[in-house]
T-cell receptor, first 114, second 110 residues
Framework: DTGVSQNPRHKITKRGQNVTFRCDPI?????LYWYRQTLGQGPEFLTY????????KSRLLSDRFSAERPKGSFSTLEIQRTEQGDSAMYLC????????????FGSGTQLSVL | ELKVEQNPLFLSMQEGKNYTIYCNYS?????LYWYRQDPGKSLESLFV?????AVKQEGRLMASLDTKARLSTLHITAAVHDLSATYFC??????????FGQGTRLTINP
């Protein structure tokens, strides 16, 4: 168990560019979540997967955002045509389905859009 | 839509004192989580509360849940500097979506 791993840790991009983040969950965890956190706020839910199926997406997730989890392992979150309002920390979490389901969060990817 | 309100948002206290953070939420929820976040770090799970009247304790922290009142509390006993952090509550909405409060930034002074 090496924890949830996210890459890159920091990303600086210019407005209008596309960016992609990667999340490697704890092995054998079948649920994977993406959250976004801005300074001074709590994390906001974006989407989650059970295995490879994307089961819920937030209204926050505009059509510029897309997430995948091929083969139910790692996940990618892509933002197309980035805007300054996309600047935030993007957090990934994973969990194992069960009665007491605990989400383990990664260290996040800090995105700055200039 | 589930709304979560934590108070206070900022709390400065002295070592050795006791205090309570409150988490109110607007609609029924089956589970509630408490997390800790240090500056620039990710979230660390503290407690998962599953049922009405649930109480969990770990060291100087104790969390409780009253589902009828839609209220959870995080009580700090005899605070120490190491507990300085931001604390979030997050009741669950629907099947799997955690809805986080704004967080309580706790500073413990010697």
């Amino acid at each position: 168990d090496t924890g949830v791993s996210q890459n890159p840790r920091h990303k600086i991009t210019k407005r209008g560019q596309n960016v992609t983040f990667r999340c490697d969950p704890i092995s054998e965890h079948n649920r994977l979540y993406w959250y976004r956190q801005t300074l001074g706020q709590g994390p906001e839910f974006l989407t989650y997967f059970q295995n490879e199926a994307q089961l819920e997406k937030s209204r926050l997730l505009s059509d510029r955002f897309s997430a995948e989890r091929p083969k139910g392992s790692f996940s990618t979150l892509e933002i197309q045509r980035t805007e300054q309002g996309d600047s935030a920390m993007y957090l990934c979490a994973s969990s194992l389905v069960g009665r007491v389901e605990k989400l383990f969060f990664g260290s996040g990817t800090q995105l700055s859009v200039l | 839509e589930l709304k979560v309100e934590q108070n206070p948002l900022f709390l400065s206290m002295q070592e050795g004192k006791n205090y309570t953070i409150y988490c109110n939420y607007s609609t029924t929820s089956d589970r509630l989580y408490w997390y800790r976040q240090d500056p620039g770090k990710s979230l660390e799970s503290l407690f998962v509360l599953l049922s009405n009247g649930a109480v969990k304790q770990e060291g100087r922290l104790m969390a409780s849940l009253d589902t009828k009142a839609r209220l959870s509390t995080l009580h700090i006993t005899a605070a120490v500097h190491d507990l300085s952090a931001t604390y979030f509550c997050a009741p669950i909405q629907g099947a799997q979506k955690l809805v986080f409060g704004q967080g309580t930034r706790l500073t413990i002074n010697p």
